[in-house]
């Protein structure tokens, strides 16, 4: 294929999931006091297996840059709720203005206060989901947060972020993830959008340590990451340098490469990929 050519069909593949119109949750709860600390709920549509609907917390992407925010991935919860699951989209605090990618500390403070009030709202918003039976997915920049609020139990000690335990997790589903920051900062994946998340030049090796799902594991914690081969915004070798990292740590993540896919596919309700990418995440809901 030649670059005009998946240049073209990445483009065409980005337009595909713009295009459908936002969908409203059911419910909007706040965990915390700025506008951006919001979850949108989506109650199941159907029943999508036996007893109570598992929960999937959807994190969106965008690179933590501003413009995007939860609405353009409401379809694709849709589209979950309307497969039988629960599902809680985060809303978080992206950069500061249009062009920087995320703010620290509060992108991580926002992820992680949030997944620690998730499960008392999930019981008071929705009644009819078990939130013990809960899946983590995100997207690109929210596969990345995905992966690191699963990971929170192995940060380093003293890390605010911290906590005590393994949260209560069925699985990561981590959907074209910036999955490990040093190879997504070679890469140049979104601009340089890795190394803004950190702070630049001045802390990017210091918050790393703090940041990058790659350098937290094993987390114990079943994990799956799915990828379009011809992914030309995060490219595949970015979840197989997070796949080879959990190997050498003792730790087995799977990893599901779907041929002629890119980035966008996977979250498009319209696309094949997005039935893949649903059916990875009953595997472990349910």
Do not use: N
């Amino acid at each position: 294929m030649t670059d005009d050519v998946a240049a073209a069909r990445a483009a065409a593949e980005e337009e595909s999931v713009f295009s459908h119109a936002p969908v409203d949750p059911d419910a909007t709860a706040a965990y915390g006091d700025h506008p951006d600390q919001v979850i949108d709920f989506f109650a199941p549509r159907r029943a999508g297996g036996p007893g109570p609907a598992p929960v999937v917390v959807v994190l969106h992407g965008g690179a933590w840059r501003a413009p995007y925010d939860r609405r353009h991935i409401s379809p694709f919860a849709d589209f979950l709720a309307r497969r039988g699951f629960a599902v809680a989209s985060i809303e978080y605090r992206r950069g500061g203005d249009d062009s920087l990618a995320g703010r620290w500390p509060d992108t991580f403070d926002d992820i992680a206060a949030a997944l620690d009030a998730l499960p008392a709202l999930v019981r008071q918003v929705l009644p009819q989901a078990d939130p013990r039976r809960t899946v983590l997915t995100g997207h690109s920049a929210g596969g990345h947060l995905a992966l690191w609020g699963a990971s929170r139990h192995v940060l380093p000690a003293g890390s605010p972020w911290r906590s005590g335990g393994p949260v209560t997790l069925r699985g990561v589903v981590a959907l074209a993830p910036i999955a490990d920051l040093a190879i997504a900062d070679k890469l140049d994946v979104c601009g340089g959008a890795a190394r803004q998340l950190l702070g630049g030049d001045e802390h990017f090796a210091e918050r790393q340590l703090y940041a990058d799902p790659a350098l937290l594991l094993p987390t114990g914690i079943a994990t799956t990451l799915v990828q379009g081969r011809t992914d030309l915004d995060v490219p595949q070798a970015v979840a197989e340098s997070y796949a080879e990292a959990a190997a050498k740590a003792g730790e087995m993540v799977g990893v599901t490469l779907l041929e002629d896919v890119g980035h966008f596919p996977l979250i498009d309700p319209a696309a094949d990929a997005c039935a893949v990418v649903v059916e990875e995440i009953a595997q472990l809901a349910w």
